[in-house]
């Protein structure tokens, strides 16, 4: 409890007055004589420093000082009356500026929290106009590739108009034909669609251009306002805690006035003594206060201008900072609409040129047209394809051996070349081609890497024939495919490799008389039927006269001797065939007009012998010395005899199955082994060795697909049949085609036996 400091003065001591200023006592003392003490400091507990003076003392110090000092003390007197009112203006301006700073705190804690509010709410309205920023800008990137995409387009453009320009000045050198001229008309067209694209794009991206000026012109202006907004909700936050801190010095300084208010209350008693000496100073007080009321009024006068003048400080800050910004978004913009015209320039050059060449084009192209509508009703132009050389040159001289030395040659060849063919095989095929005039067609069958394509490729190269490939290709439908087509649209025939090998043939007499070898590889991809059986139909009637093939040509005029093509007679044509899944049977139609060799699987598997590397062969067999290799059947000698004796009991046996055969397939057996190799006499072993060839590629397979339950006895005949021909290979492939877990006859061929 704060002690009671009054009660310890001496009675005869008057207290003027006590003013509280801040955090200290200002006090003063009046003796009963009249006199005024010294003021005197304390602290704000109240406690008086100053010296006593007992109240003898100061009467004998009052008579001694009387007449010297009166006055003295009337000047004291006034000092005392000037000091208590000043500090009754202190006290009174003190507690008025805690009042108005408790108001001034009250009424800028609301002001603040309606400005938070609506700060709060800019800046949500800012974050808004941010999101929609980002979405801009992610459209001006997109734009900006946009753009880099023409100027690629246009440096296209600019090769393109390069290679052209190339294209223009080798065209005024060498003339070109017909399908450069189809090219150029193409990259014509595709020059003026890209053009007139590129046009449009020009547009647009002046459109885009405008654009992209106003979204920048409005995303800086958003950020700028964002950055300024966010720059006051930071200084008001530190305001607001500012102010809460003052809030808290406040609510101190209450507790202290009240304390003071105590004090204070304390002293009225002692101050309305003094009152009746206040009322005489009452004329200088008023004056005093109403100069203090100027003062303060001249003080709120000052604050409000000073506040309104930082305010205008504060605003002319900010727009100068946007005034920068403004400026430097002005320049950016005003550096990408100069960018843009520059590009815009350019491009325009660039379409200028683009026309100015396609004018010079338009007027080339006229030309060539009138050159194409000249030449393209011609024969000449329809045919021309057909006269693109096949041929390999070839100078050698004509070799004419007789047959068995050829063929032991040729053995020797294969042999060297490191390839192992059974010598029947190599008679099997060598016999099939001789007799092409009734059996057209010589296919090669079996599994795949047994040699199939390697063995007509070595004939033909020993041989010195020219060679053909043809790749069949599984969409093959029509004999058109084979044979080649007209174009309508072009008004050109377009030929395969062999019809140009035929026409070629016929039109050249460095190829009269050399023999030409077709291999049709992969035969099978596609219905052999579809596209082979038209022209096979023709192969087989070139033994009894001139078979021609007609070229479909429209309505051009062109002579007849044009439209028609011979198939010459020097052409050999084979087939191969891989056995699997992916291929097709052949029909009874085919296999009665070929003759078919299998290849199986080897019984041992063995690695390649070496190869010696030997050239182009120094000599050929021309096709007359490959005709006398030929031999004409005899009906009365003993070998037809006995080839007849074995055929009627076979076509008995087949009769009863029902699939007989007539006189082709007789005829073409008996050509067959009269013609193989080495047949002396109808007991030879080649004898027996052609037979079952035939009856291995002729007969047996027109029993595929025979219910074997149902026709035992015939073949067993058929078993017996085969026994007498005495062949081994061809016993087991019966007997296997026979055992076959479907309950059908299936034929796989005859497999040769390995040579030791």
Do not use: C
């Not at 108001?103 to 309606?114: F, S, V």
């Not at 070898?517 to 023709?538: H, T």
């Not at 002579?559 to 052949?586: H, S, W």
């Amino acid at each position: 409890m704060r002690k009671n400091i009054w009660a310890n003065l001496p009675k005869d001591i008057l207290l003027v007055g006590v003013l509280s200023v801040g955090m200290g006592t200002v006090a003063s003392v009046v003796f009963p004589g009249g006199g005024l003490g010294t003021p005197l400091m304390g602290s704000t507990a109240g406690a008086l420093i100053g010296t006593a003076v007992s109240s003898k003392q100061k009467e004998q110090e009052h008579k001694r000082s009387l007449q010297d000092s009166q006055t003295q003390k009337d000047k004291d007197y006034q000092l005392s009356l000037q000091d208590l009112s000043k500090r009754k203006d202190q006290e009174y301006q003190f507690r008025l500026q805690a009042l108005e700073k408790q108001l001034d705190t009250q009424r800028n804690w609301q002001e603040y929290q309606t400005k938070l509010i609506r700060l709060k709410d800019q800046v949500e309205s800012l974050e808004q106009k941010q999101t929609n920023l980002g979405e801009v800008e992610g459209k001006l990137t997109q734009k900006q590739s946009e753009l880099q995409e023409v100027q690629e387009r246009l440096t296209r453009l600019n090769q393109e108009k390069q290679d052209l320009e190339n294209r223009v000045n080798s065209l005024h050198k060498n003339p070109p034909n017909l399908s450069e001229l189809e090219q150029l008309n193409t990259q014509l067209g595709q020059l003026r669609l890209e053009k007139s694209q590129l046009e449009g794009e020009i547009t647009a991206l002046q459109s885009r251009n405008q654009n992209l000026q106003e979204l920048e012109r409005s995303l800086r202006e958003t950020q700028s306002n964002y950055i300024v907004k966010n720059v006051e909700l930071q200084q008001l936050i530190a305001d607001i805690a500012k102010k809460q801190e003052e809030t808290k010095t406040l609510e101190q300084r209450t507790v202290e006035l009240e304390l003071i208010r105590a004090t204070y209350d304390s002293l009225s008693l002692e101050t309305q003594q003094s009152q009746t000496r206040i009322n005489q100073l009452r004329p200088e007080i008023d004056r005093l206060e109403a100069e203090k009321q100027r003062i303060l009024q001249a003080i709120q006068n000052h604050t409000l201008d000073y506040q309104q003048i930082e305010r205008d400080k504060q605003r002319i800050r900010n727009l100068s900072f946007e005034l920068r910004e403004k400026e430097s978004q002005k320049r950016e913009l005003e550096q990408i609409v100069q960018e843009l015209e520059g590009q815009q320039s350019v491009v325009l050059g660039k379409i200028e040129g683009l026309r100015a060449e396609k004018e010079g084009l338009q007027e080339e192209i006229n030309q060539m047209r009138n050159l194409r509508e000249s030449t393209e009703n011609t024969a000449d132009f329809a045919l021309r394809s057909l006269r693109d050389y096949l041929w390999t040159p070839n100078s050698n001289p004509e070799w004419n051996p007789p047959e068995n030395v050829f063929l032991d040659a040729f053995m020797q060849h294969l042999e060297a070349k490191g390839l192992a063919f059974p010598r029947r095989v190599v008679y099997a095929f060598h016999t099939s081609l001789k007799v092409q005039d009734i059996s057209a067609l010589v296919i090669l069958a079996g599994i795949s890497g047994t040699g199939k394509s390697e063995l007509p490729q070595r004939y033909a190269d020993f041989i010195g024939a020219q060679r053909l490939t043809l790749a069949v290709q599984p969409r093959w439908d029509s004999p058109q495919d084979l044979q080649g087509f007209y174009n309508y649209v072009e008004k050109k025939f377009k030929p395969t490799d062999l019809i140009r090998g035929i026409y070629q043939y016929n039109h050249d007499p460095v190829m009269k008389n050399r023999i030409v070898l077709v291999l049709l590889d992969e035969m099978n991809l596609a219905r052999v039927e579809y596209y082979f059986s038209d022209f096979l139909s023709k192969l087989e009637s070139r033994r009894s006269s001139p078979t021609f093939l007609e070229l479909d040509v429209g309505s051009l005029p062109i002579p007849e001797a044009q439209r028609k093509l011979q198939i010459p007679t020097q052409f050999l044509f084979v087939g191969t065939m891989n056995e699997d899944e992916t291929t097709q049977t052949l029909s009874d139609k085919v296999l009665d007009r070929a003759n078919v060799l299998t290849f199986g699987k080897p019984k041992t598997l063995q690695l390649s012998k070496t190869r010696t590397t030997e050239g182009q062969r120094p000599v050929y067999v021309s096709y007359s010395s490959f005709e006398q290799w030929f031999k004409t059947p005899d009906q009365n000698s003993e070998g037809v005899q006995k080839v007849k004796y074995y055929l009627d009991q076979a076509n008995n046996i087949m009769e009863s199955i029902g699939h007989p055969f007539a006189h082709r397939v007789y005829q073409a057996i008996t050509q067959y082994v009269i013609n193989y190799p080495g047949v002396s006499d109808s007991n030879s072993e080649e004898f027996r060795f052609a037979l079952v060839d035939q009856f291995a590629q002729k007969l047996l397979p027109k029993l595929r697909g025979l219910m074997i339950d149902d026709y035992q006895e015939e073949l067993n005949k058929f078993a017996s049949l085969i026994e007498q021909l005495g062949d081994t290979s061809l016993t087991e492939a019966f007997i296997k085609a026979r055992g076959s877990r479907s309950g059908q006859f299936e034929w796989k061929g005859l497999i040769y036996p390995e040579e030791e």
